[in-house]
Nanobody, 126 residues
Framework: AVEVAESGGDSVQAGGSLRLSCVAQGSTYRSCMGWFRQAPGKEREGVASIDSEDVGRTRYAESVKGRFTITRDNAKNTLHLEMNRLTPEDTAMYYC???????????????????WGQGTQVTVSS
């Protein structure tokens, strides 16, 4: 089993930046990791994901490409999401998720990730 815990959520003004972190415990070796978000009244959305082999394959939602960057530090079992040029549309609860096993092509489908954190709130004001 894998336990993940997010941190770094905050309230910022539009145009600002935030860095989310996720610490994973358990069998995280060779796990695809991803960030997802859910705004009130909206469906959960895959934001960014990264492969299990530390090759650096990433996938991003179109809405965040060029603004968000996902990275992982396997030595520290840590996942990060650097978010720049934030807009009010980025306001949501952000979740970290893990999908154990070799994963060459990271997925943005939440149904493929069995382990989830409790979320961290990001609020962007105009």
């Amino acid at each position: 089993a894998v336990e993940v815990a997010e941190s770094g959520g905050d309230s910022v003004q539009a145009g600002g930046s935030l860095r989310l972190s996720c610490v994973a415990q358990g069998s995280t070796y060779r796990s695809c990791m991803g960030w997802f978000r859910q705004a009130p009244g909206k469906e959960r959305e895959g934001v960014a994901s990264i492969d299990s082999e530390d090759v650096g394959r990433t996938r991003y939602a179109e809405s965040v490409k060029g603004r968000f960057t996902i990275t992982r530090d396997n030595a520290k079992n840590t996942l990060h999401l650097e978010m720049n040029r934030l807009t009010p549309e980025d306001t949501a609860m952000y979740y970290c998720a893990a999908k154990p096993g070799i994963c060459w092509l990271p997925s943005l489908s939440g149904s493929e990730y069995p382990f989830w954190g409790q979320g961290t709130q990001v609020t962007v004001s105009s």
